[in-house]
């Protein structure tokens, strides 16, 4: 048998097999497997391969003579990333490492090469099913077979030459304690897939069918998700009435596992004919009052072939609707209520509608529920410290208050910290941790962020800028990358090139919406913004957010996500004597606003927290008195960009 028919490869990469194998085959036959694959590969491409495989295949061989399991460990080049036209020239699966490692013959690593070689790892780490399980670390190796360079370690990568390839090897070898991970599973191409946003998730229904089953988040949210059908069937069965609260950390999966469930098929089955004999033709709605998330996934759905305005509608105008004297009964037994903690109270709610007589969103929707036939289920989804807008304070208190004033018959199911508020009205509460999410799963690489952010907007005396420094770094050892910066054009050249060939990335630009001093730098939100295109469009279209051109505030992007953020700091929320002040922030014209730093620091809370692999701020340097501010957050842990 030939090296050649050893090799293990398939549509992933152009050479795969253990390292034996790799060191045993002639230079000829791997070179023609990774021309055949790579079609496109240049004269100077092929060059690259006769020069960088002979010294690859040598600390290769020499790796594998040093443990018995070594015969096992493997060699892939020209692997391809699972998001893009990106291969990384050749990855070796050792005892509990997988190492991705770029080549390259002069050694000359600009900052540029070595993001994106650094980039390669953080998505194996995330992407990759086998990757970041059982402590299996992924690091890059920059290894120049040519020109000699000196030897740096940074926390995700290793430069070398490839002299000392095998000692770096070896160092991250850990024979006897991990196994490595076989060649022919690590290249199976189902088990490399990028996770998907809510947007692609929701689109991916109406094109496919079906709910994306991504394994991060299906681990997450599977409890939950099967807890919540569990309490929907009782309901049913019960012929009752109850209120479900599924909370969780931003990013969590909330708005995920509320559009699963709206779109459960047992649902028809347990529907009850309409007065007109029929059965509801959606069961459950998914209703929300975040205005932008709403136009978002109506324009994605509309773009998909689905009827975005019955897949997801909004609160304020669902409460208009059934809130007449005559209005009809609610076609739906299932009402989930998105970010329910920042229910309208009823002062809000009689402003907005013009009704000095309506009641808190909560109670409207607990009066819905109890006209729906025989049984009805309200799903609150509850996130934390995101209450931003006027009127949204009363929190959890006003669900309480809602149910007790319904009367009698009434469950509640939630999260055991909500217990006390309903229980000591009297409630019926029944606490379960399965509904409650307290890990992320919207940042790729950033379980810790919404942590970092909250403690960062804080003024606690035992939250100094070395905590949050640490907690940054056990972010940037995740792969997360917090970055900071005083030169705005410098951010836009950085994002550009990161996400250049990368057209489905999504970044923008966010500011605070109480700002008044950006303006006066050309940053200004627009009167008019069509968020649907903003995070939708491709780089092509003028209201599309890669164009870093129009900024969108805290109320437009709660709820959403961009794969990298960049945030230019406003002058309303600046570090003064070491604290946070809100004397520059513009004034809340209408009144009510119990607690306007709260609102500031949970403003804030949502900007920093809306990237899924990164987030870069920009401190202007022409933004007066921010000099501490930025000191702040350097000394928080962001990384200046170079």
Known sequence: MSSAAKNLANETCGWASAFPVFKAARLEDVVNALTAFVQDATPEQIRAWKSSVPPLQEACGAASQFDATAVEYGAL????????????????????????????????????????????????????????????????????????????????????????????????????????????????????????????????????????????????????????????????????????????????????????????????????????????????????????????????????????????????????????????????????????????????????????????????????????????????????????????????????????????????????????????RGISYAATDDLHLAKSVRFNFASGLSEWAAKLVEDSLSTDAQSLALLAGELRAQGYQIRITRDLDKAKTFLWEKYDKLPDARFGLMISSRDRDLEDLGIEEPAFIRTGPWYADPQASVNSCRRLMDPVTEFAAQGLELDHTLLVWGGDFLRQQGKWDLSRSKKYQRGGVKDPMQLRRNAYRVLLTRGREGLLICVHQQLAGADETFDFLVAAGCEVLA
Not at 95 to 105: C, F, M, N, Q
Not at 204 to 217: D, G, N, Q, T
Not at 316 to 333: E, G, I
């Open 77 to 424: 080049l020209e692997y391809k990333m699972p998001d893009g036209p990106h291969r990384v020239d050749a990855v070796l699966l050792v005892s509990g490492a997988v190492l991705v490692l770029e080549l390259k013959g002069d050694g000359n690593w600009q900052p540029s090469y070595v993001e994106q070689a650094a980039d390669y790892a953080r998505r194996l780490y995330w992407y990759h099913s086998l990757c970041g399980e059982d402590q299996v670390r992924v690091h890059t190796l920059l290894v120049s077979y040519g020109q000699k360079g000196d030897e740096i370690e940074a926390e995700f990568h290793t430069r070398t030459n490839v002299e000392n390839l095998l000692n770096v090897i070896r160092r991250f070898d850990q024979p006897g304690k991990r196994k490595p991970i076989p060649v022919a599973k690590f290249i199976e191409p189902t088990l490399c897939q990028p996770s998907v946003s809510l947007v692609q998730a929701a689109r991916r229904f109406f094109s496919e069918h079906e709910l994306p089953h991504i394994k991060r988040i299906d681990d997450i949210t599977t409890a939950a998700v099967s807890r919540v059908t569990s309490e929907i069937h009782s309901a049913c069965e019960k012929k009752g009435r109850k209120l479900i609260l599924l909370s969780g950390v931003p990013g969590a999966g909330k708005t995920f596992v509320g559009l699963k469930i709206a779109h459960e098929a047992f649902l028809d089955d347990l529907a009850v004919p309409l007065a007109n004999g029929e059965k509801p033709t959606a069961p459950a709605v998914f209703l929300s009052g975040n205005k932008p998330l709403v136009e978002v996934l109506q324009y994605e759905l509309r773009k998909a072939g689905g009827e975005g305005r019955v897949f997801v509608r909004g609160v304020k105008d669902f409460v208009a609707k059934y809130s007449k004297p005559r209005s009809p009964v609610p076609p739906h037994h299932v009402l989930i209520f998105d970010e329910a903690q920042r229910a309208w109270d009823a002062a809000r709610v009689q402003a907005k509608h013009k009704d000095a007589k309506a009641v808190s969103e909560p109670e409207a929707f607990v009066r819905f529920a109890s006209r729906i036939p025989d049984w009805s289920v309200v799903m609150g989804l509850i996130g934390e410290g995101q209450e931003i807008h006027t009127g949204e304070e009363g929190g959890m208190n006003l669900w309480a208050e809602a149910i007790e004033r319904s009367g009698p018959g009434w469950e509640v199911v939630g999260p055991a910290r909500y217990g006390a508020l309903f229980s000591s």
